[in-house]
Each structure stands twice: as structure tokens, then as C-alpha cells.
């Protein structure tokens, strides 16, 4: 099992930036493909973007592609989720995710894929 911790959360404005961090411990996170989803307020939890073992492959989902790229140092045992052109339909709470993989390429893109979960970060954008 792999502990992860989410940071870099915040208030922006509409238009603004933020990097999400997810930190990993108690397992190498280059065994691992990862994800990050978010869940706003009433809402389901949902897809946001996922990166391979090998970070070679990634993907997002339509209301992010363009603005948020995901990217990770498997030396650092890190994920990162930067976010541009922040809007106010972005504010939610951000969860990283890990699943054990030994597959270099695939991806996932599914809540019930991933078997290590944050705690999550909250990132508000403001109008």
C-alpha cells in the first residue's frame, strides 16, 4: 500500500495557476500508474488526468485538456498537476490516486482502478 499526500491547493483567481503535489510514501511511486481526480460540492468525485508508470503516456478529461498538464519525478517519489486558465467550475476538492501496475504504458481512468487514495487538496477559484 502506498501513502500518498496532496499539496499546493489554494484560492485563485479565474485565469490564475496552481500546482498540485502528491507526495508518496511507504511504496515507490515508479511502480505505479497514477491519477487525479476532483469532487466539487454535491457532486460525484471525477476523472481529471492520469499519467503511466513511465509518465510516456497521459490523459485527460475534455473540461481540462489544453489547461492541465500532469507530469512525475520518479525520483522524488512525486506527481504534479499544473493547472492554468483556472476557472470557477475547477473548484473542488483534488485527490491523487496510485495503482500497482507492471505495465510501463497503461493508464487509467476509472475511481475503482486505484487502490491508494490522498486525502485531497482544496482548490477554490474565485470569479
Known amino acids: 500500500q502506498v501513502q500518498l499526500v496532496e499539496s499546493g491547493g489554494g484560492l485563485v483567481q479565474a485565469g490564475g495557476s496552481l500546482r498540485l503535489s502528491c507526495a508518496a510514501s511507504g511504496r515507490t511511486l515508479s511502480s505505479c500508474a497514477m491519477g487525479w481526480f476532483r469532487q466539487a460540492p454535491g457532486k460525484e468525485r471525477e476523472f481529471v488526468a492520469t499519467?503511466?508508470?513511465?509518465?510516456?503516456?497521459?490523459d485527460y478529461a475534455d473540461s481540462v485538456k489544453g489547461r492541465f498538464s500532469i507530469s512525475r519525478d520518479n525520483a522524488k517519489n512525486t506527481v504534479y498537476l499544473q493547472m492554468n486558465s483556472l476557472k470557477p467550475e475547477d473548484t473542488a476538492v483534488y485527490y491523487c490516486?496510485?495503482?500497482?501496475?507492471?505495465?510501463?504504458?497503461?493508464?487509467?481512468?476509472?475511481?475503482?482502478?486505484?487502490?491508494?487514495w490522498g486525502q485531497g487538496t482544496q482548490v477554490t477559484v474565485s470569479s
Open positions: 499519467i503511466s508508470k513511465s509518465g510516456g503516456k497521459t
Open positions: 490516486a496510485a495503482r500497482t501496475t507492471i505495465n510501463i504504458a497503461i493508464i487509467f481512468r476509472g475511481i475503482s482502478d486505484f487502490g491508494s
